[in-house]
């Protein structure tokens, strides 16, 4: 396998690894969008409710907030920890995924975020409605956001902004 791992690794490595890597990368995106998410959520963003998972289980402060608020402090630590997330997810994507060139370096990078910026606001709102108006706990919220993330961005990155 060693001899093979330059190849995988390559941006020419076939469909079947490019998928491995893409998944890859995203599980770490999404670790560093949840890191830092929560990191504002426990601290300066105080979003989290009493009920949620990442409370009783990490023992995170609650914000003895309304929902309303929390919905609001929500999607502003999302859109912080989108920022820092994509940057890591551009670069890696860039390097170990796609074949970069379709566009230039700069026009590839407004479009990865303009597009992951709309898969985020999509989702986003689909989580506030969820927090806003169901009472749904924030962890769910941040899974159907990150579902919904994954899925559009895979098929614009590979057909749209990235030359496969």
């Known amino acids: 396998m060693s001899s093979r791992l330059p190849k995988v690794l390559s941006t ?5 690894w490019q998928f491995v890597k893409y998944g890859t990368i995203g599980v770490l995106s ?6 830092f998410f929560y990191l504002l959520a426990s ?7 009493g009920d949620d998972w990442a409370v009783r289980l990490l023992s995170l402060p609650d914000a003895s907030v309304s929902d309303a608020v929390r919905a609001q402090r929500f999607a502003l ?3 912080l920890a989108f920022v820092v997330a994509n940057i890591f997810c551009w670069l890696l994507n860039r390097r170990f995924v796609f074949r970069a060139g379709k566009y230039s370096w700069a026009v590839e ?7 992951s910026g709309f898969a985020m606001a999509l989702a986003t709102a689909i989580s506030w409605f969820l927090i806003n108006k169901l009472g749904t706990m924030t962890t ?4 159907v956001e990150v579902f919904v993330s994954f899925v559009f961005n895979y098929f614009i990155r590979k057909f749209v902004i990235f030359r496969g």
């Open 43 to 49: 601290t300066c963003l105080r979003c989290l409710g």
């Open 140 to 143: 769910i919220a941040v899974f």
């Open 30 to 35: 999404t670790l560093v969008q949840a890191l």
């Open 77 to 79: 630590a999302t859109a």
């Open 12 to 16: 020419d490595s076939g469909p079947f």
């Open 109 to 115: 990078l407004l479009m990865f975020i303009a597009v």
